[in-house]
Structure formats: structure tokens, C-alpha cells
């Protein structure tokens, strides 16, 4: 698939230092007189609900370890399809991947897709060494870095002698522009991240004017038109399921692939979202519930009707499909401030902590037949979660994870009926939705 787009990549030298602000006040910026394609590197969801927010198209995941190399080309191939612009965000420090690899890295993935990369420092309480940062940065590996953004910076002297050192140093990479602090523009955060895009005012405008006052717009734009796009050979889907999924979609459930949607749409199936805690059940044939809070609504969810009619469906042997928070709400209870009623479907209980229970990615082997997967199928995703769940002695585990924490003991997945709901989150691009929506079909066709 040939691509016809202009595009860079945001990078930060670690965590913290302000390419989320960067990033999106690109967007914004470019998407005043341009069509802006957004991307997040790794598997994040609440950074990419801004980005939609911002530029109206769905921002897409880009992780070299769910997805894989064909998988970023992929969805960078797909998505990339009539913008002007394309800005990835990327994760954590520019290197910082899976233990001592590039593998899932922001690095990786520039590499993949040939992009060149912006460079964002804070330049807080610092000036010489901004140099031998940068030089080691650009030196490390064979990541095009074609501009630095300073963050945090101070006096027009301070960043004067941040460039003197780079001229002096020997390093010809410019800077595009320098930031000072501006505290307004800061989202809200909690236990799994920043607040999602439709829980805060972030002024839109007053960002892009910010970015536009502080950053040269003619260098950003001069980078990302020397984007060399590759040509994309696409892999189409061929099979097609005729069934219709009900989709779990308010603020408790909502994280979610965009991938995983047009997945499903391409492979046939009808996609119908509705609310657990305000809508009836729709008729459909299955149901997919994402992660997202539902700690925060489980009042709502256990007042709603709707968890008895999910665990009518379930005891029929509709398939069911459940992510992380989903596993919370499939359950018997959730305790938060006390003790809820949940769906009741799955044989366990959960519980909120103050501590983070697990943080990484997970790979794992699916150890009997599961609504998503047959045996032996090795599937790849992430978990992230303040939450301990308690299995009864006899609860069935599909997953046995070869990395990951997983419910206990190193396993994950837990079934009942045609019911299956795992800490982990998956991706299409590592297990397709194949043999669910084959259950759908089989469960329609009863």
C-alpha cells in the first residue's frame, strides 16, 4: 500500500519531560489548516483519547512487541490514508524497551517505520549538558533525530547557551524551539494514568497558541516532509462472520484498540456499543467488554439491570469477552469503598488496593479451548491494575502466562460457561477476534 503523508515522531529522554504537551499541541497546531493523523506509541489508551479529541480521527497504537514489526507497518499504513500530517507519541525514554532490548521502544518503532524524530528535553537546571545529552542520544543508535525541543526552559540566555554548547560540541541538529513552564496547560491524573479526554478542559486553542508562540511551525513541518514513506505490503482479511457484537462503551469501559474495532467491522460483524449501567442488553449474538473504571461506577453497574441480563446471556452460552476492568465487573463482587454486587458470572471476587498490583507486558499460552482462542495459541498484550481478584478453588484459568503476573499464580483468563475475562489486554494484530466471532456464529445459529 503506497503512503502519501508527511510524519515525525515525538520523543522524550525519559518519562516526564513534556512530549505529551508537545505532541498534542502539534497536532492541534498542524490540525488548524491540515488533516492530523495521531499515533501513541506502546499500549496506552488514555493518551490516544486526547489525541482523537484533538485532531477527530482515532489515534492508533504502535507497539513492536504486541503487534510486531508487519503489525506497526500495518496500522501506520492504514490509518496514515489521507492525512497531511502524521504525529506519533512516543513512550518513556527514547531507548527504554523491554528489559535491555529496543524491542517496544520508541526507537524501535522510528526504525520501523524510517521516521524522523524530534527530540524533547527539560532543560530545567541545565545548559552544557544538554550537549552531552543530545550527543549521546543521537550517537547511541541509527535513530534519524532531526530537531530538539526544550522544555522547562528559562531566559532567552539560558537557551542561548544550551545552543552555544551544541555549536560548540559539534552537533547540528537544531532547536525548533524552547518551551518555559506553563502550569495550565497540565492534565489531571490518577491511579492509571491522566484523566481521559472527555474528564478535563484542556483548552485546545489556548495549547496550539503556546506551541505556535514557542515552537518554529516552518522546521516542524520541514521534518516531517522529509518522512521517506515506505510501501506497505497489507495483508486482507478474507473470512467474514454475518453476526452482531455488543460493545461495552461508557466511561466505565473504555479502554479500547481502535485496531480492534475495525478488525472486527472488516471481519463482518455489526458492532453495537450500549452502556451497562444506563442501556438494556441490545440483541446481539456476543458481547466484548473493554477495561477502563469500573471502580469508579460500581455503584451504577450494580444497580443497573443490565448485569442480570449479561449473566442471563452468559448462562444461555452466548461468548463473552472481558479485559481487565471487564474481569471486575464479570465477577461476583468488587469491593471499592464496599462491598458491590457484580454480574456474578465468573466463580471469583475483587478488590481495590492503594498498591499497584502489575505493570508490563504479558505473553501468554492458552492452555485449553476459550472463547477467544484455541489451545496452544500464544498471545501477546499488556496488564495494568490496583486490583486483586480471588478465584474460587475450582475456577477454570485458560491463560498460562509466560511473562506477566496474571490473576494468581501465573495464570490468567478466567471461564465460565462461554465466558472468558483476563487481566491482560490484547491486541488483533496478536490474536485476531477470529474464533470468537466464530462462537458468535455458532451461537446464532443454534
Same mark, same amino acid.
Given at each position: 500500500?503506497?503512503?502519501?503523508?508527511?510524519?515525525?515522531?515525538?520523543?522524550?529522554?525519559?518519562?516526564?519531560?513534556?512530549?505529551?504537551?508537545?505532541?498534542?499541541?502539534?497536532?492541534?497546531?498542524?490540525?488548524?489548516?491540515?488533516?492530523?493523523?495521531?499515533?501513541?506509541?506502546?499500549?496506552?489508551?488514555?493518551?490516544?483519547?486526547?489525541?482523537?479529541?484533538?485532531?477527530?480521527?482515532?489515534?492508533?497504537?504502535?507497539?513492536?512487541?504486541?503487534?510486531?514489526?508487519?503489525?506497526?507497518?500495518?496500522?501506520?499504513?492504514?490509518?496514515?490514508?489521507?492525512?497531511?500530517?502524521?504525529?506519533?507519541?512516543?513512550?518513556?525514554?527514547?531507548?527504554? /524497551?523491554?528489559?535491555?532490548?529496543?524491542?517496544?521502544?520508541?526507537?524501535?518503532?522510528?526504525?520501523?517505520?524510517?521516521?524522523?524524530?524530534?527530540?524533547?528535553?527539560?532543560?530545567?537546571?541545565?545548559?552544557?549538558?544538554?550537549?552531552?545529552?543530545?550527543?549521546?542520544?543521537?550517537?547511541?543508535?541509527?535513530?534519524?533525530?532531526? /530537531?530538539?525541543?526544550?522544555?522547562?526552559?528559562?531566559?532567552?540566555?539560558?537557551?542561548?547557551?544550551?545552543?552555544?554548547?551544541?555549536?560548540?560540541?559539534?552537533?547540528?541538529?537544531?532547536?525548533?524551539?524552547?518551551?518555559?513552564?506553563?502550569?495550565?496547560?497540565?492534565?489531571?491524573?490518577?491511579? %492509571?494514568?491522566?484523566?481521559?479526554?472527555?474528564?478535563?478542559?484542556?483548552?485546545?486553542?489556548?495549547?496550539?497558541?503556546?506551541?505556535?508562540?514557542?515552537?518554529?511551525?516552518?522546521?516542524?513541518?520541514?521534518?516531517?516532509?522529509?518522512?521517506?514513506?515506505?510501501?506497505?505490503?497489507?495483508?486482507?482479511?478474507?473470512?467474514?462472520?454475518?453476526?452482531?457484537?455488543?460493545?461495552?462503551?461508557?466511561?466505565?469501559?473504555?479502554?479500547?484498540?481502535?485496531?480492534?474495532?475495525?478488525?472486527?467491522?472488516?471481519?463482518?460483524?455489526?458492532?453495537?456499543?450500549?452502556?451497562?449501567?444506563?442501556?438494556?442488553?441490545?440483541?446481539?449474538?456476543?458481547?466484548?467488554?473493554?477495561?477502563?473504571?469500573?471502580?469508579?461506577?460500581?455503584?451504577?453497574?450494580?444497580?443497573?439491570?443490565?448485569?442480570?441480563?449479561?449473566?442471563?446471556?452468559?448462562?444461555?452460552?452466548?461468548?463473552?469477552?472481558?479485559?481487565?476492568?471487564? %474481569?471486575?465487573?464479570?465477577?461476583?463482587?468488587?469491593?471499592?469503598?464496599?462491598?458491590?454486587?457484580?454480574?456474578?458470572? %465468573?466463580?471469583?471476587?475483587?478488590?481495590?488496593?492503594?498498591? %499497584?498490583?502489575?505493570?508490563?507486558?504479558?505473553?501468554?499460552?492458552?492452555?485449553?479451548?476459550?472463547?477467544?482462542?484455541?489451545?496452544?495459541?500464544?498471545?501477546? /498484550?499488556?496488564?495494568?491494575?490496583?486490583?486483586?481478584?480471588?478465584?474460587?478453588?475450582?475456577?477454570?484459568?485458560?491463560?498460562?502466562?509466560?511473562?506477566?503476573?496474571?490473576?494468581?499464580?501465573?495464570?490468567?483468563?478466567?471461564?465460565?460457561?462461554?465466558?472468558?475475562?483476563?487481566?491482560?489486554?490484547?491486541?488483533?494484530?496478536?490474536?485476531?477476534?477470529?474464533?470468537?466471532?466464530?462462537?458468535?456464529?455458532?451461537?446464532?445459529?443454534?
Amino acid at each position: 500500500m503506497p503512503i502519501k503523508t508527511s510524519a515525525l515522531l515525538i520523543a522524550g529522554t525519559g518519562s516526564g519531560v513534556g512530549k505529551t504537551t508537545v505532541a498534542m499541541g502539534l497536532m492541534a497546531a498542524l490540525g488548524k489548516n491540515y488533516k492530523v493523523q495521531p499515533f501513541k506509541v506502546g499500549p496506552d489508551f488514555i493518551d490516544p483519547s486526547h489525541h482523537t479529541r484533538i485532531c477527530g480521527r482515532p489515534s492508533r497504537n504502535l507497539d513492536s512487541f504486541i503487534m510486531g514489526e508487519q503489525g506497526v507497518l500495518e496500522t501506520f499504513a492504514r490509518a496514515s490514508q489521507g492525512a497531511d500530517f502524521c504525529i506519533i507519541e512516543g513512550v518513556m525514554g527514547l531507548y527504554d /524497551g523491554i528489559d535491555d532490548t529496543e524491542i517496544a521502544s520508541t526507537a524501535h518503532v522510528a526504525k520501523i517505520l524510517n521516521v524522523p524524530v524530534i527530540l524533547v528535553i527539560n532543560a530545567h537546571g541545565a545548559s552544557r549538558s544538554i550537549a552531552a545529552i543530545v550527543k549521546g542520544f543521537s550517537e547511541f543508535d541509527r535513530v534519524n533525530i532531526a /530537531g530538539i525541543i526544550l522544555n522547562n526552559a528559562g531566559s532567552d540566555r539560558h537557551v542561548k547557551l544550551i545552543k552555544d554548547s551544541l555549536q560548540s560540541a559539534g552537533i547540528n541538529i537544531p532547536v525548533i524551539g524552547a518551551l518555559p513552564k506553563n502550569p495550565e496547560l497540565s492534565i489531571p491524573s490518577r491511579h %492509571l494514568g491522566l484523566h481521559m479526554a472527555g474528564e478535563n478542559n484542556l483548552n485546545i486553542e489556548k495549547l496550539s497558541d503556546f506551541i505556535e508562540k514557542h515552537i518554529d511551525m516552518g522546521s516542524v513541518k520541514t521534518i516531517a516532509n522529509d518522512f521517506d514513506a515506505p510501501d506497505i505490503a497489507i495483508n486482507e482479511r478474507r473470512e467474514r462472520f454475518d453476526v452482531k457484537i455488543g460493545i461495552a462503551y461508557d466511561s466505565a469501559f473504555c479502554f479500547y484498540y481502535e485496531d480492534s474495532f475495525d478488525e472486527l467491522k472488516v471481519s463482518g460483524a455489526e458492532l453495537i456499543f450500549f452502556s451497562p449501567m444506563t442501556d438494556r442488553l441490545p440483541h446481539v449474538d456476543g458481547i466484548y467488554l473493554g477495561g477502563g473504571y469500573p471502580e469508579h461506577f460500581a455503584q451504577e453497574l450494580s444497580a443497573s439491570g443490565t448485569r442480570d441480563e449479561i449473566k442471563r446471556a452468559a448462562e444461555d452460552g452466548m461468548p463473552i469477552y472481558g479485559e481487565c476492568g471487564a %474481569l471486575l465487573y464479570l465477577n461476583e463482587s468488587l469491593k471499592t469503598d464496599r462491598t458491590y454486587k457484580m454480574a456474578g458470572i %465468573l466463580p471469583a471476587s475483587s478488590r481495590m488496593t492503594d498498591k %499497584l498490583q502489575a505493570l508490563g507486558y504479558t505473553e501468554a499460552e492458552t492452555a485449553i479451548d476459550s472463547p477467544i482462542a484455541k489451545k496452544g495459541k500464544i498471545t501477546r /498484550g499488556h496488564e495494568f491494575h490496583y486490583s486483586i481478584t480471588e478465584c474460587d478453588r475450582d475456577a477454570t484459568l485458560v491463560y498460562k502466562l509466560r511473562r506477566g503476573k496474571g490473576i494468581v499464580d501465573g495464570k490468567d483468563g478466567l471461564m465460565e460457561h462461554n465466558t472468558m475475562a483476563s487481566y491482560m489486554h490484547t491486541h488483533p494484530a496478536s490474536n485476531s477476534f477470529d474464533e470468537f466471532l466464530c462462537q458468535c456464529r455458532k451461537y446464532k445459529s443454534r
